[in-house]
């Protein structure tokens, strides 16, 4: 699913972020060491070689809703944006916290120039975060920052499964049309 959003096209696809062709940066649901790991950050750092892990060794640590950026090494990208989401019922307030992840993540793009960006479903895995509150946040989040992007033109939700993929296109379909109301 891809739509036109304020300039911005905004898109939702299932797949591997760590094939993500054509995209300046990846954004990776970090750890707060930034070291490789299961799941999405074990994917970016399979694929990026050990020159990632050493980059990130002098950003470490990051707290809950942090990015930091790193270049992308064998990755077929420009940048790493490195985003510690919160741990569901650990982190408080978790969904400021996620909120944060994502609009600290498109800053970082922002200020790096990247022109499109790749979001994982940040914190639904290992971290436990109910993935309907998670996706209602990122698009939120997400749209609501749109206007303020000068660089970033293409912002992709690569869901890792069918379901991530079905609950981010319906609560994209939501939010617009609740938006349409206004």
């Known amino acids: 699913m891809q739509k036109m959003i304020k300039g911005v096209t905004v898109e939702i696809t299932q797949g591997n972020i760590a094939a993500q062709q054509a995209i300046d940066a990846i954004v990776n649901a970090a750890n707060a060491q930034l070291q490789t790991g299961g799941g999405v950050a074990g994917a970016i750092h399979s694929a990026a070689g050990p ?61 790096n120039k990247a022109h499109s960006v790749a979001f994982p479903a940040i914190s639904t895995g290992a971290f436990g975060y109910p993935l309907e509150e998670a996706a209602e946040i990122a698009l939120r989040t997400v749209l609501e920052s749109l206007s303020g992007l000068r660089y970033v033109r293409h912002v992709r939700f690569v869901l890792y499964t069918d379901e991530q993929r079905e609950v981010f296109e319906k609560f994209l379909m939501l939010l617009l049309a609740e938006a349409s109301k206004l």
């Open 51 to 111: 020159d990632l892990t050493i980059a990130c060794r002098t950003l470490a640590p990051i707290k809950p809703g942090e990015a930091v950026i790193t270049g992308a090494y064998k990755l077929p990208n420009k940048y790493v944006v490195h985003c510690l989401g919160p741990v569901y019922g650990h982190d408080e307030p978790a969904a400021v916290l996620l909120a944060n992840c994502y609009r600290n993540s498109l800053t970082v793009a922002e200020q």
